[in-house]
């Protein structure tokens, strides 16, 4: 799916990607596909109306290990645009200690800019190509001085030529050249840590100081290392950084997704007794500004929230999405319920999926040289025991099924050096005797698996 813009997938195109990875939830997948889409649509109506158009929001409920976040994760492996996935839980109201919830925007920020400037890297990527080619042959055939004869200079261009051929060849790759190394950007690796306001004065030291001691040390690297340093080079040299920044703003302000996850760990349950944290309601009286539409100071610039997209999830066992402060219910109009797995998606998990865990661990033991195949029977097996297992004890959704089969393998995967080159089959009767007897107790279950 790489290079065509999702901006152009239709509902059905991103529920059929989707379907590739997430079994059943088929409510969830639409409504996303439905406001991605949505968000297409406003680009193509003129400006004044498109102003008044806000994203709508969505909640997915769901318990845990449905595929909430999986959905996001596939989302964002879909999607060239910017998107992050943050936890609710990890934020602290503003004034305490810890990160405050605008740093997800600036966090975002940088990851717009990161893609924007790979996708403008690839645009260039001729000239970038050129620029190293260029540098790393007046490395290894220093130019002729000035005054040479005629007969040199065509020598010299015909040994050129060979050079070229032979580096693009990839020949050159182990000779070793000398090579400057970027000056040493220490300084800005500490992005997180400051405060908005710093950035800028942090980057304007960044650019005296690199005016100052613009060249790095001198290091001998082969010429396939050397690529990769000059191609940083080449494309700070070739690319403007304010244009990329002005580009990353406009994906940023325009196309992004932020998804929040474990948003009903911040809500404060009414019906609980226990002392509740009063700084969970703080996080969420921070969010609805951003959620809403607000402006926050970022290494790109000022960020205008107005047109991101939220996705909220949570399992909302404990608390419910109506606990959440009224205001911050109000900005999250979609709602979704993810279903529960039955044992029949439970066995479809187990298969379907692209690199379901069958294939991962036919894969892992094929490192080892043994073949692993499952009959049917087994994986019917399988599901059936998660389910129960499931039902017994917590619901932990599909995770259960990571829990299941690694119980099921561990005899073989700890003696898999016996079976290399061997076919081993798994049947329905090796699964029964090995989780059968523990999904009967519960306290076993609740232990082991
Ligand atoms: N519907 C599904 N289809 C395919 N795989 C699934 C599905 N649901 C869950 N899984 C698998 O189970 C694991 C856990 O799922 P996920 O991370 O999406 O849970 P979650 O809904 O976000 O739960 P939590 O509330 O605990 O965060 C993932 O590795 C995923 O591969
Ligand atoms: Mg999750």
């Known amino acids: 799916m790489k290079n065509s813009n999702i901006e152009h997938l239709t509902p059905k195109e991103i529920v059929s990607y989707l379907d590739k990875y997430v079994i059943d939830q088929d409510d969830a997948k639409k409504t996303i596909a439905v406001a991605l889409r949505n968000r297409y649509r406003r680009m193509q109506l003129p400006e004044e109306l498109q102003k008044d158009i806000v994203p709508k929001n969505i909640l997915m409920i769901g318990s845990t290990g449905v595929g909430k976040t999986e959905i996001a994760r596939r989302l964002a492996q879909m999607m060239q645009l910017p998107f992050i996935k943050v936890e609710a839980s990890k934020y602290t109201e503003v004034g305490f200690v810890g990160r405050d919830v605008e740093s997800m925007i600036r966090d975002l920020a940088n990851i717009g800019l990161q893609l924007t400037r790979e996708s403008e890297n690839e645009k260039n990527r001729e000239k970038i190509d050129q620029y190293v080619e260029d540098k790393i042959l007046e490395k290894l055939l220093p130019p002729l001085p000035d005054g040479a004869n005629e007969q040199k ?158 996705i909220a999830a949570g399992a909302f066992h404990v608390s419910k999405p109506s606990d959440l402060l009224p205001e911050l219910q109000g900005r999250f109009p979609l709602r979704v319920e993810l279903n529960g797995l039955n044992e029949d998606v439970l066995y479809r998990i187990l298969t379907e999926p692209e690199n379901s865990l069958i294939k991962q661990y036919q894969a892992l033991l094929g490192v080892e040289g043994m073949k692993l195949i499952f009959d049917d029977e087994a994986l019917k097996a399988m599901a059936h025991y998660a389910f129960l297992a499931n039902e017994k004890s917590e619901d932990i959704g599909a995770r259960r099924l990571h829990t299941i089969i690694e119980k099921v393998l561990e005899d073989i995967s700890f003696e898999a050096d016996e079976y290399k080159g061997k076919e081993v089959v798994i049947s329905s009767d090796d699964v029964t005797q090995k989780v059968a007897d523990i999904v009967k107790d519960e306290d076993a279950t609740n232990y082991i698996l």
């Open 153 to 310: 200079k065509e020598e010299y261009a015909h040994t050129l030529e060979k050079m070229r051929q032979k580096f693009r060849n990839g020949e050159m790759d182990d000779l070793k050249i000398s090579i400057e190394m970027p000056p040493s950007s220490s300084i800005s690796g500490m992005d997180d840590m400051l405060p908005p306001q710093m950035i800028s004065v942090q980057e304007s030291i960044v650019k005296v100081l690199g005016g100052v001691n613009k060249k790095g040390p001198v290091r001998e690297i082969t010429v396939k290392e050397a690529k990769k340093v000059l191609q940083n080079e080449a494309s700070n040299f070739i690319l403007d950084e304010d244009e990329i920044k002005a580009l990353a703003l406009e994906k940023v302000e325009k196309g992004s997704i932020v998804f929040i996850d474990e948003i009903d760990k911040i809500a404060v349950s009414s019906s609980s007794s226990s002392r509740q944290d009063p700084s969970k309601e703080g996080v969420q009286r921070d969010l609805l500004p951003i959620v809403e539409g607000s402006t926050v100071n970022t290494k790109i610039g000022m960020v205008k929230t107005d047109h991101i997209l939220f």
